[in-house]
T-cell receptor, first 113, second 111 residues
Framework: DTGVSQNPRHKITKRGQNVTFRCDPI?????LYWYRQTLGQGPEFLTY????????KSRLLSDRFSAERPKGSFSTLEIQRTEQGDSAMYLC???????????FGPGTRLTVT | AQTVTQSQPEMSVQEAETVTLSCTYD???????LFWYKQPPSRQMILVIR??????QNATENRFSVNFQKAAKSFSLKISDSQLGDAAMYFC????????FGKGTSLLVTP
């Protein structure tokens, strides 16, 4: 069990650029979640997948945000036309469909300049 | 809608002492889970303890225990024999299809 991994750990980008983050879940976990965490706040749910199906995406912050999990393994979160307000920590978590507890990765810290 | 409230932005405890972090929540579900997660500075979120709502017995994990009051929708975390490594942000979370988190409590442990 290698845990949830996320890449890159840090990303600095200029406003208007597109960014993509990757998450590799724990291998036997079929559910994968994306959260955003801003300073001084708890994580805020964005979207989740069960296998390759995206079961909830209405909480994505805008249509500039999209996520994929094409083969039911790793997932990517893309932000198009980044804005300064997108600066935050983006967390990925995974779980089995039989358990409610989620295991988190180290996060990707995005800074938009 | 589900909500989770942590009313203590910061708490402080001396090493070897006991501290209790508070959490209240609201949900219309009858079956749910509650969690406490720990987030050390610049490190990842770690699951500390979980409680199933249908269980009356309070969960314990070594020095960590909860006081779950279902009728009052209260879920506090007690840390006994506090250690310097316990210093972190602690988040209370409520299960839905995703986790709903409180704003967190920053725990400082002093020698």
């Amino acid at each position: 069990d290698t845990g949830v991994s996320q890449n890159p750990r840090h990303k600095i980008t200029k406003r208007g650029q597109n960014v993509t983050f990757r998450c590799d879940p724990i291998s036997e976990h079929n559910r994968l979640y994306w959260y955003r965490q801003t300073l001084g706040q708890g994580p805020e749910f964005l979207t989740y997948f069960q296998n390759e199906a995206q079961l909830e995406k209405s909480r994505l912050l805008s249509d500039r945000f999209s996520a994929e999990r094409p083969k039911g393994s790793f997932s990517t979160l893309e932000i198009q036309r980044t804005e300064q307000g997108d600066s935050a920590m983006y967390l990925c978590a995974s779980s089995t469909s039989l358990a409610y507890e989620q295991y988190f990765g180290p996060g990707t810290r995005l800074t938009v300049t | 809608a589900q909500t989770v409230t942590q009313s203590q932005p910061e708490m402080s405890v001396q090493e070897a002492e006991t501290v209790t972090l508070s959490c209240t929540y609201d949900t219309s579900e009858s079956d749910y889970y509650l969690f406490w997660y720990k987030q050390p500075p610049s490190r990842q979120m770690i699951l500390v303890i979980r409680q199933e709502a249908y269980k009356q017995q309070n969960a314990t994990e070594n020095r960590f225990s909860v006081n779950f009051q279902k009728a009052a929708k209260s879920f506090s975390l007690k840390i006994s024999d506090s250690q310097l490594g316990d210093a972190a942000m602690y988040f209370c979370a409520l299960s839905g299809y995703a986790l709903n988190f409180g704003k967190g409590t920053s725990l400082l442990v002093t020698p």
